[in-house]
């Protein structure tokens, strides 16, 4: 499939606002600058990137201290691996990706979206959390931040993702198994600690 294909990102965008508005009429809105997509991907999606993943390394996650990478457990706790999503056996991912990233470009009114680094899978455990943070700055001029959930909500308590919205309000991505939430990449928002089990999640950022 064309990933231009004008009627399909119609489609697309009309299932992103539709989500939005469901989630809206809920106890948790999302905030204005946030787009959710319902099952961008299957479990069965889910169970085959992690297959292509075994055996890779994880590593502790880093943040940026003077600019420089390093672990800092008090603002990121987390393991993360690494895959291009350009590289032929994960490409069906980019493939249900892409047509997502592109509403939401057009929704934010970020033009001209594309992909400049290594996507990641993070694993958070007992304890894992990520501080308050944005994931732009001067040094990786990131626009877009997308977040698919990997986990079922039930294999973990605690956890999730937070987004901060205009006046200060809390709002909970929801976590349903291969949702998407996507906001721009300037806008605060943590991962709240996880208590028990495990929580995966695919974050990748489009320039």
Known sequence: MDIFDIAYLQRIGEQ?????????SGARPLAPNVAYQTS??????????MNELTGQHWRAGLVGVAGIGAVDTGRYSALETFFDPTEDRFKWVLDQLWPCIYAAGIKFGLDGLRLAEQARIVRYRAGDHF??????????PRRLTVSVQLSVPDSYDGGG????????E????????????????????????????????????CY
């Open 16 to 24: 992103m606002e539709a989500a939005q508005a469901e989630y809206e």
């Open 40 to 49: 961008l991907f299957t479990g069965a999606d889910c169970q085959r990137l």
């Open 131 to 140: 501080n308050w943070h944005k994931d732009s700055d001067a040094t990786a």
């Open 161 to 168: 993702l937070i987004v901060l919205g205009d006046a200060g």
């Open 170 to 205: 809390w709002h909970f991505a929801a976590n349903d198994l291969g949702a998407a939430c996507l906001f721009p990449a300037e806008r605060l928002h943590r991962a709240a600690p996880v208590d028990s089990g495990e929580r995966l999640a695919l974050v990748c950022w």
